[in-house]
């Protein structure tokens, strides 16, 4: 079988620093310690049978955090789920028979209950270590995972390579024919599986080394070419109907005509003195005076009239303020060039 007074994974997981005897750990750790009967669920049972109130849950779990934290055992073993298991078992064992015991609460308990629930209790009881009844820790198989996981990361000596690849001969020659075929088929279905993700602990020099790649990188990564946009002629996309395009050119060019009128009617008009932004707006109507309007910021926008305003000294205000702005009091004068 597997030779287990090699070096184990314990020595490879832990260095030269902390080695723990593999002999003390395959005869003394699992079977002779005193939580050993939280391992083997035939032997609990049967002592449980014998004496509940003998299995001294708190001292059993005691021990084992301690010989837990002594050894470092940083294997993946099933151990833990074991214990944890058959300590779930034992607390509900002993939670059953206090409610037992007393006759008053079990009456109680029973108006309350239906017969179909207390079955189903029974049931769960018997059922409660379903797919490990006579099992015990396999100690083998859980070396042979470790190994199997130790030799996936190259963590094994040519020695111990070579070791076990002969137990996993000797493994596959004890298969019966079933068991075989069925062996080669979850071969099969690794070989076609995605490749297994393994974690490493990342240092600091791993992410320094990480970020000198990316600003070295940042530079090819910056003269890179982007994309042109090609640029299209404005004509040749028109966003308008082509008629109503020509309807505002036509509109634009009205418009210049009569802010061209307006300044030509205040040179004509102008005799040296402002002249009443009114008297340059025969028609009255609303539209008229917004065109006029316009006009008169076209013409100060470019700088070609001068705009003012009249105003009156308030009789009961010192301050002087300007009238109500309904246009009599604006006045316009021509700038000379």
């Known amino acids: 079988m597997f030779p287990l007074n090699k070096d184990s994974p314990v020595d490879l997981l832990e260095g030269p620093s902390q080695k723990p005897k593999t002999s003390?750990?395959?005869?003394?750790f699992w079977t002779s310690s005193p939580y050993s009967s939280l391992l083997h669920q035939r032997s609990l049972k049967r002592s449980l049978k014998r004496n509940i109130w003998g299995c001294q849950l708190k001292s059993m779990l005691k021990t084992y955090m301690e010989d837990m934290d002594q050894l470092r055992y940083n294997l993946k073993f099933k151990v833990s789920g074991k214990i944890l298991n058959s300590?779930?078992?034992v607390l509900k064992r002993k939670t059953h028979t206090i409610i037992d015991s007393s006759l008053e609460a079990q009456e109680e308990i029973e108006e309350i209950q239906e017969p179909d629930l207390l079955e189903e209790e029974e049931v769960e009881d018997e059922a409660f270590f379903e797919g490990d009844e006579g099992e015990c820790y396999d100690e083998e198989a859980e070396l042979f995972e470790a190994f199997s996981?130790?030799?996936s990361q190259g963590l094994l000596s040519e020695e111990q390579q070579e070791a076990f690849k002969k137990e996993k001969i000797n493994r596959i020659l004890e298969l019966e024919p079933e068991k075989l075929e069925e062996k080669i088929q979850q071969q099969s279905a690794l070989l076609q599986a995605p490749p297994k993700i393994l974690y490493k602990k990342v240092q600091l020099?791993?992410?320094a080394d990480a970020l000198n790649e990316v600003l070295k990188n940042k530079d090819q990564i910056a003269k890179k070419p982007s994309k042109e946009k090609k640029i299209y002629d404005k004509s040749e996309m028109p966003f308008l109907p082509e008629k109503l395009i020509a309807n505002a050119e036509k509109k634009r060019a009205d418009f210049k005509n009569r802010?061209?009128?307006f300044f030509k009617s205040l040179q004509e008009e102008f005799k040296g003195e402002p002249l009443p932004f009114l008297?340059?707006?025969p028609d009255r109507s609303v539209k008229a005076l917004v065109e006029s309007v316009l006009c008169l910021l076209h013409l100060i926008n470019h700088k070609k009239i001068q705009l003012w305003q009249s105003y009156v000294q308030d009789e009961d205000d010192a301050e002087d303020m300007y009238s109500e702005n309904d246009g009599k009091t604006i006045y316009i004068s021509p700038l000379t060039a």
């Not at 003390?24 to 003394?28: F, P, Q």
């Open 149 to 151: 996981e130790l030799e």
């Open 87 to 89: 300590s779930t078992y």
């Open 205 to 207: 020099q791993d992410l």
């Open 24 to 28: 003390d750990l395959s005869s003394n």
């Open 259 to 261: 802010i061209d009128g």
């Open 279 to 281: 008297s340059l707006v």
